[in-house]
Each structure stands twice: as structure tokens, then as C-alpha cells.
């Protein structure tokens, strides 16, 4: 079946650092793939999204490159602000198969120190 | 748009009462998610409907879950009796079928269930 592996957390950086979280998948299809970020006490956001090969999905800073063969799709940012500190989780949704709903990775907090 | 609302926001109940969830989607979305999530299992799919049919329920836990959606703009999650290990935050999502890829769902903002 699908799946996604997310680097283990929590990820701790300073301020101004550059992020890169590790995202690799398993489709049986050709799968569009998401980012989405979680704070505190809220629900799940989009983040970004790239749904071929080679596309670039980018918001607020963030970058992901849809890259198929290395299955990948990690997450990066130039300079992290202290309220970028969440949990972002990776996800795809293989839309050859037919199913709609997505597979989410476990998580990675990222903690930003001032 | 609201975006998906979700009630309650928190809800704390007593082993074996019954719990109803409840879920407003997206207008114009046609399928609707009902996620949990735990510290010890993460993001967990229960089921998804589309055009109010569900599709996939695999991932209900047992049979003291249940989920319905009589119309397009409104879906339950009951729990029948409820556990302590039911104690978790539950996510509603929707989206709208695609014509070609890139379906991103969206989420409310989770009711946290305590059950004790």
C-alpha cells in the first residue's frame, strides 16, 4: 500500500538556520504530493503541493521538489523564523487508484530558537 | 468560506456514554474525511466519503464507530460506547473530486475527545 517516511523529530534550530525535512514515499500510482503544517492546537494547513515530477510546490519561504526517481519530496527554507515552530507533516494522494483520501507521514516537530 | 467547521471544539465524556462528532464541509466539496490523531499512531484515515457515500471505511476501529452523512453539507462520527483509549483529537476534512490532480483537502480545526 501507500506510504510515507518523515525524518524523526523534533528538529532543533536557531533562528535564521536552514531547514531541510526528509520526506520519501510509496505509491502503487503516480501520486500528487502535499506538505501541510500543524501548530499548536489547530488543525492541518496546506502548506504546498506538487502533483508531477520535477514540479517545485513553494509558500512563504518554503520550498519541495517533486522528485520520482529518488521517491522523494523534502521540505526546505533559506532562513527559519521562530514561527515557522510546528509540526509539518508530508502526505500523498495517489490519484491513479482512485483513492481520493490522503496518507500522511508521522510528523516532524520543528522547534525554532530566537 | 468558513472552511470546514467541526463541533465541538472539546468534549469530555464518561466511559460508555455515547459521543456524536459532527462535521460542516466545504460548500461545493463532494468528498468529506474523518481523520484521528494520537500521539502514539499519528494521522489515522477512518473513512472518506464521496458524494455522501462512504467509500472506505477500513479504518474504523470497531463497531462502537460508526459515520454518516445524509446530506452534502453535514456528516457525524458517533462512538457507542465510548473508551478511554477513544481519547483523541478528531479531524473532519473535505475536498473537491478532481478533474486531474493536485486534490488537497481541507481540515477543521479538531474536536479533542477525553473520555475518562
Known amino acids: 500500500g501507500d506510504s510515507v517516511t518523515q525524518m524523526e523529530g523534533p528538529v532543533t534550530l536557531s533562528e535564521e538556520a536552514f531547514l531541510t525535512i526528509n520526506c520519501t514515499y510509496t505509491a502503487t500510482g503516480y501520486p500528487s504530493l502535499f506538505w501541510y503544517v500543524q501548530y499548536p492546537g489547530e488543525g492541518l494547513q496546506l502548506l504546498l503541493k506538487a502533483t508531477k515530477a520535477d514540479d517545485k510546490g513553494s509558500n512563504k519561504g518554503f520550498e519541495a521538489t517533486y522528485r520520482k526517481e529518488t521517491t522523494s519530496f523534502h521540505l526546505e527554507k533559506g532562513s527559519v523564523q521562530v514561527s515557522d515552530s510546528a509540526v509539518y507533516f508530508c502526505a500523498l494522494s495517489a490519484m491513479d487508484t482512485g483513492r481520493r483520501a490522503l496518507t500522511f507521514g508521522s510528523g516532524t516537530r520543528l522547534q525554532v530558537q530566537p | 468560506d468558513a472552511g470546514v467547521i467541526q463541533s465541538p471544539r472539546h468534549e469530555v465524556t464518561e466511559m460508555g456514554q455515547e459521543v456524536t462528532l459532527r462535521c460542516k464541509p466545504i460548500s461545493g466539496h463532494n468528498s468529506l474525511f474523518w481523520y484521528r490523531q494520537t500521539m502514539m499512531r499519528g494521522l489515522e484515515l477512518l473513512i472518506y466519503f464521496n458524494n455522501n457515500v462512504p467509500i472506505d471505511d477500513s479504518g474504523m476501529p470497531e463497531d462502537r464507530f460508526s459515520a454518516k452523512m445524509p446530506n452534502a453539507s453535514f456528516s457525524t462520527l458517533k462512538i457507542q460506547p465510548s473508551e478511554p483509549r477513544d481519547s483523541a483529537v478528531y479531524f473532519c476534512?473535505?475536498?473537491?473530486?478532481?478533474?486531474?490532480?493536485?486534490?488537497?483537502?481541507?481540515f477543521g480545526q479538531g474536536t479533542r475527545l477525553t473520555v475518562v
Open positions: 476534512a473535505s475536498s473537491l473530486a478532481p478533474r486531474g490532480r493536485g486534490t488537497e483537502a481541507f
